[in-house]
Each structure stands twice: as structure tokens, then as C-alpha cells.
Nanobody, 125 residues
């Protein structure tokens, strides 16, 4: 069993920054592509970004490109999401997910096998 745990959410004013963390544990001998998704009230879960096993390849949704950065510590299963220039429309529950498939990076939820419980990010105007 793989456990995925997110942390770092909170309340921030528009234009501010937050850093989310995510750790996947359990089958630590395996490496996973990691992704972030978010879901706002009344909306479907949407892809935010993803990173490959070794961190060399990343993929971003257009809505966050240039503002968010995903990173990981080498081939570890710990990833970070640095969110800058936050907007009220970024308000959502942010979910971290792990995929056993590395490339191409998946931008859909069904491409990920393991999910965290989510962390709330609220951006006030």
C-alpha cells in the first residue's frame, strides 16, 4: 500500500505565495511520477502539474504556467509545489497523486493510482 500525504495549505492574500509538500511512502523501493490536482467547490477535479521520476520532466496546466513550480528531491517520492502570484481562482482543495507510469506525464486523474486526502488552499481578494 502506498500512502500519499500533503501539507502546507492555508489562507493567503491574492498575490501571495504558498508552498505545498507531498510525500509518498510505503513501497519506497518504487519511484513514481507525481502530480498535483485541484478541485474547487462545484467544479471537477483538474490537473495542475506533474513531474517525472527523476525530476527532469515537468508539465503544467496553462492556468498556472509561470506562477507555479513543481519540484522533487532527486528520485525521492517527496515533491513540492511552489505557488506564487496566487489568485482567488486558485482557491481549491489541492491533491497530490502518484503514478506508476513515468512518461508521458499524465494530465488526467485516472492516470494516477494513489491519492492523498487533499489540503485546502484559500486565496482572498
Amino acid at each position: 500500500q502506498v500512502h500519499v500525504v500533503e501539507s502546507g495549505g492555508g489562507l493567503v492574500q491574492a498575490g501571495g505565495s504558498l508552498r505545498l509538500s507531498c510525500a509518498a511512502s510505503g513501497r519506497t523501493s518504487s519511484s513514481y511520477a507525481m502530480g498535483w490536482f485541484r478541485q474547487a467547490p462545484g467544479k471537477e477535479r483538474e490537473f495542475v502539474c506533474a513531474i517525472s521520476w527523476g525530476g527532469q520532466t515537468t508539465r503544467y496546466a496553462n492556468s498556472v504556467k509561470g506562477r507555479f513550480t513543481i519540484s522533487r528531491e532527486g528520485a525521492s517520492n517527496t515533491v513540492y509545489l511552489q505557488m506564487n502570484s496566487l489568485k482567488p481562482e486558485d482557491t481549491a482543495v489541492y491533491y497530490c497523486a502518484a503514478s506508476t507510469v513515468n512518461l508521458p506525464l499524465r494530465d488526467y486523474a485516472s492516470g494516477y493510482s494513489y491519492w492523498g486526502q487533499g489540503t485546502q488552499v484559500t486565496v482572498s481578494s
